[in-house]
């Protein structure tokens, strides 16, 4: 159990560097303490608590990775002029971060002010790879292709009647660890598509499923055309049960009723293309889940088996959470169901009950890991990323205010959601004067020749687009990228192809 | 044959106002005239005359809508300061162009000189309207869906054993009459994406051949998929008989190797995306096809049956104009298929050399209507469009030099191609004071709910991203848009939603 106690220790998760906004506002301190022994003392009989700590362990490890950065360049801003300022500077940086910094840009402290803003870009990026690679060639979260976990998912979603699970949060940071932690869903079952708002593109979306009704026709994967399954797409838009008007979303004005229409009309708009675009009854089936920032829990609107939703309804998690407590698991999965046939605005299909029920399960071990690791609310209520990630992959990244993420083929067409994590930025990093790390990314099919150029060439263009759009912060230094492609027809991890960091710059010829 | 006379008078195809570099430099006058007699007077017995002046007539009457604008202007320009100005114009336009001319240009011409530019804009992108509404309404080109020669086409495809003809020209618009003209193949039987250096994209068309594969699975729609057929997939690159090294594909640096080998290789690339990404042989048939822009005569790189082409030999279509003469038909189809056997890098599939017959027995009349109608060489060698097209769709445009075509999804991934275009249109209107008028399209699907909306928003932000990107010729009046949305699955025309000459500037609230 120390293990478990050290990862209770708050001070640990939020290095002083963290880049947060405020702690929980409406509780004091002493109370927090007091309510600490009671929250940890009862973890919910449904908890899986040796997952909480694989979790949390991983959460801790990575973000640590990026919140020493800042404190361990203080230390060597303050030696920039020191006689053996480069090899002090280095070892420095290969203890604490585990790497060097770049030699070309120290070499340059003495003749003007080290480029602070540099190196801290230089250090996420670096960060970011490490952790990267970390995840491909280790699998922490358990999720990857072919696992044990990722297998039984996949089975449970065919049993439940789905072939595919598409899942589109909020691209806010606090939301990047839907899958992996809030429904602890194994990752690479999952279709996993941000957008500022939950509001994905439904032109884009009618093409996976295009894509993903021809590879049952034609490959019979992931089930034969014939199978009486469906393509099931989720939003997850997402509220703040403590601070409501402040800290929902900022794309439907922290209002979350106007989230959850919204959510669902884009859900009914997918539906009625895919069944007025194609024949023999071709449809989709769809759920609409809310997401409480503070504590993690959700709440599902449940949908009749029309997909019919009342927008006022929802099962709670955390009202089952409280429910409960003191039952056992079969009476806890009976009261589950229960929930949902009350919530339904009618009929709902056994597939979608087991479905729900199934990540309402694991959202009561989230619950719990919010509980355990911060006493029930997140200190970081507010907007805390690391970096943006824009592009096409980022399969590796899940962790709460780890990454803003803007999924986008163009700048072009994605730019209103890479505005808002650019506003985003501008308060955590450019009001400190640190710049906004961008990671560029291009998953690309290794197989098919010519792909792996393709993508490098998209990241230049994106690349390019940024620097026009966001033009005075990379003139000023103050948005660094990092251009990274990776195959998608292997494990291995991301490369990376260029950055606006690059000694020389490297101009096609 | 009065028609037929007024068909080939030369001046009236070249009002003084279209826009052009240069007439053929190599031939004297003189000799015009007298070879003009004798091309005139025999015509080729494959040569299908009455679709030929169809085809002139067709060709004439929307370039006359064109070409008469200047003109027209250059007189109200002289009218600016009479007293009764505005009837005057107005009564003048309605004459001459068939619509008047907007009242709230007109009506600035007291307080400042007569804003040509715009007026000009306005006439060019009316007449594209008028064009465009006669091509839906009437079908002038006889090759709209479900009629005789479509069906005809359609049937002959199959039985060569293709259910998709998918063709790439140059985005040049020395092509834009590639399909309808040149082939002669019904518009509506062809999928037509012009490309700069018909350099088209592969995942673009990995997507579309994925969407026909699920169209054939689902629906049996063009075919069943058990049916032993194949996606076409044909790049038509072209080069200068007359002035090879200048009036070639910019693209390629006028050299026709180099066209054909970057075809070549694009469509190579195709092929092999299908074949590693796909299962149970997927593969798709490919074409190389050269196109001479002075005669309008095609050559056909014959491939094997493993798509195998040999980059230095090709069968001439003029040679076989040539050389069949005077044959019979039955003797000229026998002496097509046995230039198409010798041409073979291999053994060739009976359905392509069925195939390529066709088109070359079609492009004899397309020899012919330039014999006719121009002496055997176009007078317009170089550039000489009227408007460039953005976006997707244009069904509409079949004219040779009428529109410089781009298309994109965004002018982001598609500025390398719109670059080209505007810099055609410096030379062409920039320099002589006139606008480059733009008109943008987004073709959607009126079947699915919001996607006209979704169409009119693309539309909106190719605008904006144009007016980002060529910010100064915007600003100076030299780049006018005109916004355009069509729906793809009626036969109605296509609607305006915008334009850069719109009276009040309509921002979005």
């Known amino acids: 159990m120390g293990y478990q106690k050290q990862a209770l220790n708050r001070d640990r998760i939020l290095g002083p560097t963290a880049p947060r906004k405020r702690f929980l506002s409406n509780t004091s301190s002493e109370s927090q303490s007091s309510n600490r022994k009671d929250v940890v003392s009862e973890l919910h009989p449904l908890t899986n608590q040796s997952d909480n700590i694989r979790l949390l362990d991983y959460e801790l490890q990575v973000k640590r990775r990026f919140d020493e950065i800042v404190p361990l360049l203080k230390r060597i801003s303050a030696l920039q002029h020191h006689n053996d300022f480069i090899p002090q500077a280095q070892q420095l940086a290969k203890s604490v971060l585990g790497f060097e910094l770049p030699q070309y840009i120290l070499e340059k402290a003495w003749v003007r002010p080290l480029d602070m803003r540099a190196l801290f870009a230089w250090c996420v990026f670096q960060a970011h790879q490490y952790s990267s690679n970390q995840f491909f060639n280790s699998d922490p979260l358990h999720g990857s292709e072919k696992t044990q976990p990722a297998n039984d998912f996949q089975t449970f979603l065919s049993q439940c009647g789905f072939h595919l699970l598409d899942v589109t949060p909020c691209s806010d940071g606090r939301l990047a660890h839907s899958i992996a932690y809030v429904l602890r869903i194994p990752f690479s079952t999952v279709r996993r598509r941000s957008h500022a708002g939950a509001l994905f593109d439904v032109e884009n979306t009618v093409n996976r499923w295009i894509k993903t ?188 205010n780890l990454t803003y993420f803007s999924h986008l083929d163009t700048v072009e067409e994605g730019s209103p959601d890479l505005d808002v994590g650019i506003k985003i930025f501008k308060g955590l990093n450019v009001s400190r004067d640190l710049p906004i790390p961008v990671v560029i990314r291009f998953d690309y099919s290794g197989k098919v020749p010519g792909a792996k150029a393709r993508a490098i060439a998209d990241c230049k263009r994106v690349n390019n687009a940024i620097s026009i759009r966001y033009k005075e912060l990379v003139n000023d230094g103050l948005l660094h990228t990092c251009l990274t492609v990776r195959d998608r027809d292997k494990k291995g991890s991301a490369e990376i192809v260029g950055s606006s960091l690059d000694p020389a710059i490297k101009e096609e010829h």
């Open 213 to 400: 009704e021809h590879s049952r026709y034609r490959h019979g994967n992931p089930n034969s055309p014939n199978d009486d399954t469906r393509y099931l797409k989720v939003v997850v838009y997402h509220f703040s049960s403590l601070s409501p008007s402040h800290q929902g979303c900022a794309a439907h004005g922290s209002d979350d009723s106007k989230a959850a229409e919204a959510g669902y009309q884009r859900l009914l708009d997918f539906r009625e293309s895919i069944e007025k675009s194609f024949c023999c009854g071709a449809s989709v089936d769809l759920l609409l889940i809310g997401l409480d920032t503070d504590t993690d829990a959700i709440r599902v609107h449940v949908p009749d088996s029309n997909s019919h939703i009342d927008l006022k309804k929802w099962v709670s998690a955390m009202e089952i959470y409280e429910g409960t407590r003191n039952l056992t698991y079969k009476d806890s999965i009976e009261f589950i169901e229960q929930k949902i046939d009350e919530k339904s605005p009618g009929k709902t299909q056994k597939g979608i009950v087991a479905f729900i029920t199934k990540i309402i399960v694991n959202n009561i071990s989230q619950i719990d890991y919010v509980r355990q690791a911060h006493n029930g609310a997140y200190p970081d209520a507010g907007h805390s990323e690391r970096f943006i990630g824009v592009g096409i992959g980022f399969k590796e990244v899940h962790l709460r």
